[in-house]
């Protein structure tokens, strides 16, 4: 009954039933390529940071799924099905006319980063609007952590930058310029880490900045 | 122009290598190199590579003439690595590249040498659409082709991996390229020392492990054990990265390219990943990881073909030049 939905970079999704309803059960798979401690170690840290950010980021109004439950020794949380598609589909499917959504993943990012948490892996695929309301969810906070620092803020903005870069460069200009509009309106540091996004790319290899 | 049987000749002098090669699209007739070595435990110095370079060029020229059994006159087109190199050597591969076109009348391509690993190893593997996973001494990035380009979706945000094993071989009092060396004593390893671990979305940092890594060696732990250790977690790291851009991407083969592609437990790594995923694993053949004329040549002839030439006037070199600002002109 319980269904794989996704193979995803670091966990197998399926959909699961949880005292009756519909969930999503995200497992951390063991990884061939790191050495069993290693392992066992970065799923569990994974795992933990996880639960805590998405519960923690929902009391600055970030929308995320509600965690129902959650064993890092196994690498698994149970947590609400987030129906809806994620933001590289809806880019890919050219439904990003209207800039609603996108400002409001910049607003999502900016409310974090004026909190001081970093997600770590901003990519389009982390990012769900839901079918029946058009809210956007963030998910995937295995790689998010705290931090005061400039750089940490700029380099989360760098990889969004990165993706919508590589994988979505048809509106690439017109994406990231949504984007930061709500950034900009939730965060006011967003001038100094926008600078700061442009320092790193100028460190980027073979940069002709 | 008869765009079957067409010949290029490729001229790679982007570092240490001074390469040439003749090749016809499904053929490679010659692939000839002089590799400059700096002393043991110093890094390259740039105009001692260029002179290397210059010394060795008719040679390696005539020998790659000879090899492939042609001469100048049959050559379609010259092709040269523009860059991203070192400035003084990269010169010497242009000077060269114009004075052969303006002497025998001849078409000049300007190459990306990236590119070239790139295409060198799919030209090897016949991929459709892979992910690409570059590592060397100047590159160390996740790749995949959309739009006309080969787009970055990771990539170091310090060192490449090439610099890592050079910089730690150099502690060691290797010459550099000193990848070969520390796989070397990383086999005879035993002992896996935990050692910092840095991905950041899609992108990694090796400069943490280096410092952590030559710190290990000054206190003198087993060098064996430290390249073993770095090997590990440096690879874990990209392969990590790897992974991500799969997921992402949902392409169905991997393909390894660049210097440090030849290294085994790199390519372990990797394999493992692609049949966690179902998907199909490719790397270059270790003859053509390193830098060579044929991954210019290469490029040089499909640019061709898409009448992608320049003017002699017109071919600066580019000591910065990123992959995903190369029109790939010879894909839709
Ligand atoms: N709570 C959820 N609701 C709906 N879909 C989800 C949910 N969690 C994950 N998914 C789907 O699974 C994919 C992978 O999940 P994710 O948490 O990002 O794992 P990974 O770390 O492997 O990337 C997502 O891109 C999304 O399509
Ligand atoms: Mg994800």
Redesign the interface.
């Known amino acids: 009954m319980e269904r794989l939905i996704k193979v995803g970079a670091e966990a197998n999704i399926f959909i699961s039933k949880w005292h009756g309803i519909e969930v999503i059960r995200k497992v951390r798979r063991s990884k061939p390529y790191w050495r069993e401690e290693l392992d066992l170690k970065i799923r569990k840290i994974r795992t933990i940071r996880e639960t805590y950010y998405i519960n923690l980021v929902k009391k600055f109004g970030v929308l995320t799924p509600v965690i129902y439950f959650s064993d890092p020794f196994k690498g698994e949380i149970v947590m609400e099905y987030i129906k809806g598609d994620r933001l590289k589909d809806v880019i890919e499917n050219d439904n990003i006319r209207e800039g609603k959504i996108l400002y409001e993943v910049g607003r999502e990012l900016g409310i974090m980063h004026s909190h001081n948490i970093i997600h770590g892996d901003p990519t389009t695929s982390n990012f769900i609007i839901k079918n029946n309301d058009g809210m956007v969810y963030i998910i995937d906070f295995g790689l998010t952590f705290y931090s005061q620092r400039v750089e940490d803020k700029a380099v989360d903005i760098h990889l969004f930058k990165q993706v919508i870069k590589s994988a979505h460069p048809k509106y690439f200009e017109q994406i990231f310029e949504k984007v930061i509009s709500g950034y900009s309106r939730t965060y006011n540091m967003s001038t100094k880490i926008l600078e700061n996004v442009k320092e790193i790319e100028r460190r980027g290899r073979y940069a002709t900045l | 122009m008869n765009k079957n049987n067409l010949l290029c000749l490729g001229i790679e002098s982007t570092a240490h290598t001074f390469s040439i090669a003749i090749l016809t699209e499904d053929r490679i007739l010659s692939n000839v190199k002089e590799v400059y070595v700096p002393p043991p435990g110093e890094g390259i110095h740039p105009y001692e590579a260029a002179q290397h370079h210059i010394r060795r060029a008719k040679k390696v020229l005539d020998t790659a003439l000879s090899k492939s059994g042609v001469c100048m006159k049959d050559v379609d087109v010259i092709a040269f690595s523009a ?2 190199g070192l400035g003084p050597c990269l010169k010497v591969g242009a000077v060269i590249a114009r004075t052969l076109a303006a002497y025998y009348n001849k078409p000049l391509t300007a190459v990306n040498h990236a590119i070239g690993h790139i295409e060198l190893a799919n030209f090897f593997a016949k991929t459709v659409d892979p992910v690409v996973v570059l590592v060397s001494g ?2 160390t ?1 996740v790749s995949s082709y ?2 006309k ?1 080969w ?7 310090d060192i ?1 991996l090439g610099q890592l094993f050079d910089q730690l071989g150099r502690e060691l009092g290797f010459g550099s390229p000193a990848g070969r060396y520390i796989e070397e004593l990383a086999s005879r390893g035993k002992r ?1 020392i ?1 050692m910092p ?1 840095s ?5 990694v940092s090796f400069s943490g492990l280096l410092t952590y890594a030559k710190n290990l060696i000054k206190k003198g732990y087993s060098k064996e054990d430290v390249c073993y250790s770095v090997q ?1 977690t440096a ?2 790291m990209l ?2 990265v790897t ?2 851009l ?4 949902e392409k169905k083969e991997i393909i390894l390219t660049g210097g440090v592609a030849a290294n085994s437990r790199l390519q372990e ?1 990797i394999k ?2 692609c ?3 179902n998907v199909a694993f490719h790397v270059i053949p270790s003859e053509f990881s390193g830098d060579c004329g044929a991954q210019i040549a290469l490029v040089g002839l499909l640019q061709y073909k898409s009448n992608n030439v320049i003017d002699v006037e017109e071919s600066f070199v ?5 992959i ?2 190369v029109d790939i002109t010879w894909r839709d």
């Open positions: 860059g991203p100047g590159h990035l959309l739009m380009r787009r970055i979706f990771g990539e170091t945000l490449t896996y935990e671990y991905v950041k979305g899609n992108n590990e690879f874990a392969t990590e992974e991500r799969l997921a992402f991407s790594m493992s990943l049949r966690v995923h580019k000591q910065s030049w990123r995903d600002e």
